[in-house]
């Protein structure tokens, strides 16, 4: 389960987060691309957009 306290400072504020134990396995970037990016130096996504609905 994802830990708020181990979230990437590159999530943008929201509800929504990535945290230090995503695997970079592109799922969420192939699910929904308007709302994460992939930092490519740290091998991880992270939210980009907060979805509006």
Do not use: W
Request: aromatic content about 12%; some cysteine.
């Amino acid at each position: 389960m994802a830990d708020a306290a181990n979230k990437y400072p590159e999530n943008v504020d929201g509800k929504f987060y990535v945290d230090d134990q995503c695997i970079d396995c592109d799922l969420c970037r192939e699910t929904a691309p308007a709302n994460f990016r992939r930092n490519d130096d740290g091998g991880h996504s992270y939210v980009y957009k907060q979805p509006e609905s």
